[in-house]
């Protein structure tokens, strides 16, 4: 049986014989035996092969390069190779598919932007075998956290024609006829049709926050995992038009019981990757950003600071620093705004509350001012905003006279309001851009490098 090269570098005492598969990394040949690094992505790590001339099928060696697949049964023996405890003394090996000179992951430094393009291959390098093993694991840890504590895990829709945001920036749906012969050419296309498959105009969702409301109205504390996409055509290094998020809903929740479980779940998972995924973080320490493990652990070691948004603004200003962006009441914080007051005034991981209402959408509730909503920010050192959440409008009166305020129809949000018409109560939940939070944890400056396939203003290839 195949043994994972993790469990094999794990191991505490030898094996008489042991069964890997991996691709080969790199291969040196001396006179009488050969050196092949072999990995198989369950770590980090390589298992050195010792291959020697006098085994059957050594004559095969040559197809033994950079990127083939490789089986090898051998004798699990400490390496007498500095910075290795193990190295495998093959008895036979097999090449199950070989990779040619043109294979374009060579033993070389390869650009980002290079390495976008060939997005199918990419998982075979260290840097992005680190982030997406850190990216599974932080999203098995996602669903622990909430399993732990009673959440029902529910599947929202991802076709919707409900505008959760209110900011028009969604992918519409339309269908199009079967391919008809072109009159001229004899080549086929597709023709749009004017027809609404489901009768009324449809969307890629943005959020699953208004369906999770309904689940939560009837089981109590729920959250969804899954894409979501915005249609903005943005280009910066923050932005992806598919990406996925973590929304829980609390039945019976205010504010600050939202605000507490969101500072939860970030400790959690940060706390997660420094036990978890310390071989990764190493790598992205040394490679990728050297300050990562030191700000990870101001954030699970530190309260998180809390203040009003009126009060982060004053702070702002009276900083004396010249921000690229002005800072002004009623304007929504920037980024270089919210790493400031994370990173030099409070010196720990901070929430602001209490946004005004102009600038936010018209599900969250208002509060007894009337000029401001019960809604929150979560920042975070470097990236700025990693959570966004809200105690949500219970009372009908008040919803239905907002959704007008913003231009919607409480007809086309009759199920919505049904929620406050029957049995209505308190209830609150939040939102987590998962790449933005990846980005956090893995100090990976592009969004487009934490997503398997990223999808961006014109770019959506694979």
Same mark, same amino acid.
């Not at 405890?85 to 093959?90: D, F, R, S, V």
């Not at 300050?291 to 900083?319: D, T």
């Given at each position: ?15 008489? /014989?042991?069964?890997? &598969? ?8 001396? $006179? ?67 990779? #040619? ?6 033993? $070389?430094?390869?650009?980002? /932007? ?9 998982? &075979? ?50 269908? /199009? !006829?079967?391919?008809?012969?072109? @009159?001229?050419?004899?080549? +086929?296309?597709?023709?749009? +049709? ?10 890629? +969702? ?9 689940? !939560? ?9 899954? #894409? ?61 950003? $050297?300050?990562?493990? /030191? ?16 009060? @982060? ?46 600038? $936010? #959408? ?57 929620? &406050?018409?029957?049995?209505?109560? #308190? ?14 944890? +893995? ?12 999808r961006t203003a014109g770019q959506a290839e694979f």
């Amino acid at each position: 049986m195949r043994t994972l090269i993790r469990h094999v570098l794990a191991r505490t005492e030898p094996l008489d /014989e042991v069964l890997v &598969r991996g691709w080969v990394r790199t291969r040196r040949d001396s $006179k009488t035996f050969s050196f092949i690094e072999l990995n198989d992505g369950s770590c980090l790590a390589n298992v050195q092969i010792i291959a020697d001339a006098n085994l059957p099928g050594y004559g095969e060696i040559s197809r033994v390069t950079t990127g083939a697949a490789l089986e090898v049964r051998g004798h699990l023996v400490a390496s007498l190779g500095q910075g290795q405890k193990w190295e495998i003394q093959a008895t036979t090996f097999r090449v199950i598919g070989t990779a #040619p000179d043109d294979y374009p992951l060579q033993k $070389k430094g390869h650009s980002p /932007e290079f390495l976008r393009s060939i997005a199918h291959l990419r998982p &075979r390098t260290n840097l992005f075998g680190c982030v997406f093993r850190v990216r599974s694991r932080m999203a098995w840890s996602i669903h622990r956290f909430f399993q732990d504590r009673g959440f029902v895990y529910v599947h929202t829709p991802i076709i919707t024609t409900s505008d959760c945001e209110g900011a028009g920036e969604m992918f519409r749906l339309v269908t /199009e !006829a079967p391919e008809q012969p072109a @009159a001229s050419s004899g080549t +086929t296309r597709s023709v749009q +049709t004017d027809a609404e498959f489901f009768g009324r105009p449809a969307y890629l +969702t943005v959020s699953g926050q208004l369906e999770g409301e309904s689940f !939560a109205c009837g089981l109590g504390d729920i959250y969804t995992f899954g #894409p979501t996409f915005r249609a903005e055509n943005s280009h910066t290094a923050r932005h992806a038009a598919e990406f996925w998020m973590v929304e829980p809903e609390m039945a019976f929740c205010d504010l600050e019981g939202d605000i507490a479980l969101a500072e939860e779940l970030v400790v959690h998972l940060v706390r997660e990757a420094l036990e978890h995924c310390a071989e990764d973080l190493d790598f992205f320490q040394r490679f990728v950003d $050297k300050q990562l493990v /030191e700000r990870l652990r101001f954030v699970a070691e530190r309260p998180f600071a809390r203040v009003a948004y009126g009060e @982060a603004i004053e702070i702002l200003r009276a900083s004396g620093r010249c921000f690229d962006y002005p800072v002004e009441h009623g304007v929504n914080l920037q980024s270089e705004h919210e790493r400031y007051l994370c990173e030099e005034h409070f010196r720990s991981p901070v929430t602001v509350r209490d946004y005004p209402a102009a600038i $936010k #959408p018209f599900y969250m509730r208002r509060n007894d001012d009337r000029n401001t909503v019960a809604a929150f920010d979560l920042l975070a050192p470097r990236v700025g905003e990693l959570i966004g959440g809200s105690q949500r409008e219970e009372r009908l009166e008040v919803l239905t006279e907002t959704m007008l305020a913003h231009g919607l129809s409480p007809e086309d949000y009759g199920w919505y309001l049904d929620l &406050r018409r029957y049995g209505s109560m #308190p209830h609150a939940g939040f939102g987590l851009g998962f790449e933005r939070f990846l980005m956090f944890v +893995t100090g990976v400056a592009n969004i487009r490098d934490v997503i398997p396939f990223p999808r961006t203003a014109g770019q959506a290839e694979f």
